[in-house]
Structures are given as C-alpha cells and as structure tokens.
C-alpha cells in the first residue's frame, strides 16, 4: 500500500491527476455551516467546532466561511475534477450536516456524478445534548457514482446502510476529524481494489483506513500542520500493515512447512509397510 499526500489546495492537484486513476473518492470537506447566523459562519473553526462544549486547542483550517450559493459553486468545481479522476463505475462518498444537506447533494449532481443516495453516521448518545429540542445526532455521507454501478457478484460485500460510531477524543487528531472507525466502513466501497482519494485529507483518517484496507492512497490538505500529522498516522499504519503482512506470511510459510514434513512421514510410513523403505 502507497501513500501520498500533497501540501496544496485540492483544485491546484486535481488536474495534475491522471483521467480514470481513482477507484473512490472519500473526503470531509470544510461545510461552511457552523453557525445559524452569517456571524456564527464567519467565526473562526475553532470557535465553531467544539467537542463536549470544550474547545479542542486544534489548528484552525480555510474554507469554511462560505455562504450557501458559493459553497455549492465551489464543491462542483472540484467534483467534477474529481469526477475526471475516478474511474467508471467509481464512487464518490462525501460529508455534510443537516444544514448543507440539499445543496451538497445538489453540488454532487452539477458535478456530473449520479446521486445514489444518503448514509447517516450515528454519532450514539454521545452527541452533545439539546434540551427541549433534538439533539444533532447525525451527520450524512452522500454519495454517488461515475456511470452504471453494475452488477456486484455474489462475493461483494453487504455495507451498512447507517454507520455507528461515537467520537473519542483519543481518536481526534482534527477539529472536524471523523472516527477511524466511520471511515474504515466506509472505504469497503472500494472493495474491488484500488486507489483512494481524499481531496481534503485533514489528518489522515481516510488514509488510514484505506491504507488498513489495503488500499492506495493520495490526500490534498492545504494546512502544513495537518499535513505532518496526516503523513505520521500514514506512515505509521503502513508500518502496521507490513508488519501484519509479514507475520501472516511467516505463519503461511510454518504450517505449509508443517504440512510438507507431515506429507513425507506419511509416505515413508506407507514405504515401511510395503516394505520397501529407503
């Protein structure tokens, strides 16, 4: 499994890419919908997005003071550059909230991509509370294809229609990172193989996962910050991955060994009671 991830904006790499290279694109880009006024928007991300009313002291990132009209201009501008990259019958998974749902799945659409539909990632009891109203549990991954999806054989996998996870902050290398555990689900849509891309890579979560899966990976991220740690957490579990592959390996190689000598005991053991040991 390789690993790249580019210090620059998504829209300066996409074009660079090769036509057809890309089995999936998963990314989390900037939502530009912290807040219910303009003034809540224009705020800084680190004020916007807090974990357990608590601010998270993580580096703040661009692109995330948008209005709605230029937001949904934006995302099919690099859609459909994405769009260019993916091979037929790829996919494109990603994220939004409640409030940028419509002109997220209107953005995919105007990208060129075929809209197939939504995946909510429960975030359990463990959302923040709303007393007297309900609470924000879920945020939504849309996604959609490049073309015809054909027909899956019977050995493609089953994926959830909901993913279940809660955030920890163990596990929250970015003010808006998702779980490992949501995008290890979600990167088995790439479960013919392949290479995964995430134009707005953060720290790497998707990488990771995809890097766990046995996958390719190539990541944007314009925040140098993000970037050292998205290439630590890369490398780290492509470590992990070797390692893994080199003791099954290992194991493989034992019992075929075992299995070789057993054979031979065998056949001398056949040799003696014929008689004719040599």
Same mark, same amino acid.
């Given at each position: ?9 998504c @829209?300066?790499?996409?074009p ?7 089995? =999936? ?6 939502y ?12 800084? /991300? ?5 974990m357990?009313?608590?601010? /998270? ?10 209005d709605?009209?230029?937001?949904g ?10 769009l260019? &990259? ?10 939004t909230?409640w ?7 209107? =953005? @995919?659409?105007?990208g ?10 429960d ?10 109203r309900?609470r924000?549990?879920c ?9 015809p999806? *054909?027909?899956a ?5 089953? @994926?959830?229609g ?5 955030? @920890?902050?163990s ?11 949501v ?8 479960? $013919? !193989? *392949? ?12 990488g ?9 990976? &190539? !990541?944007?991220?314009a &925040? ?6 998205a290439r ?6 492509q470590?992990?991955?070797?390692? =893994?592959?080199? *003791?099954?390996?290992? $194991?493989?190689?034992?019992v075929?060994?075992? /299995?070789? =000598? ?9 040799l ?7």
């Amino acid at each position: 499994m390789t690993f790249t991830i580019h210090n620059r904006d998504c @829209l300066q790499v996409l074009p660079e890419l090769a036509s057809d290279s890309i089995a =999936a694109v998963i990314t989390d880009p900037p939502y530009s919908s912290g807040g219910a006024m303009r003034s809540d928007r224009m705020a800084s /991300t680190g004020s916007k997005y807090t974990m357990g009313g608590t601010l /998270t002291h993580r580096t703040d990132f661009a692109g995330d003071n948008r209005d709605q009209r230029s937001y949904g201009y934006w995302s099919a501008l690099w859609l459909g550059e994405a769009l260019r &990259v993916t091979r037929p019958g790829g996919v494109c998974l990603l994220f939004t909230d409640w409030r940028q749902l419509a002109v997220t799945i209107d =953005a @995919l659409q105007a990208g060129g991509w075929i809209f197939r539909g939504i995946v909510p990632w429960d975030k359990t009891e463990s959302a923040r509370p709303d007393k007297g109203r309900f609470r924000n549990q879920c945020e939504y991954v849309v996604w959609g294809s490049k073309g015809p999806l *054909g027909v899956a054989p019977s050995d493609a996998p089953c @994926l959830p229609g909901v993913v279940r996870a809660r955030v @920890l902050r163990s596990d929250k290398h970015h003010i808006a990172g998702k779980p490992t555990e949501v995008m290890r689900a979600l990167v088995r849509i790439a479960w $013919q !193989g *392949g290479t995964i891309l995430d134009p707005f890579c953060g720290s790497g979560t998707t990488g990771v996962a995809a890097i766990e899966a046995g996958l390719d990976f &190539v !990541g944007c991220e314009a &925040v140098p910050e993000y970037v050292a740690i998205a290439r630590e957490r890369c490398a780290a579990a492509q470590e992990a991955a070797a390692a =893994a592959q080199g *003791g099954a390996t290992a $194991q493989t190689a034992a019992v075929e060994g075992a /299995t070789a =000598a057993a054979q031979a005991e065998v056949s001398r053991q056949v040799l003696i009671w014929q008689g004719d040991e040599r």
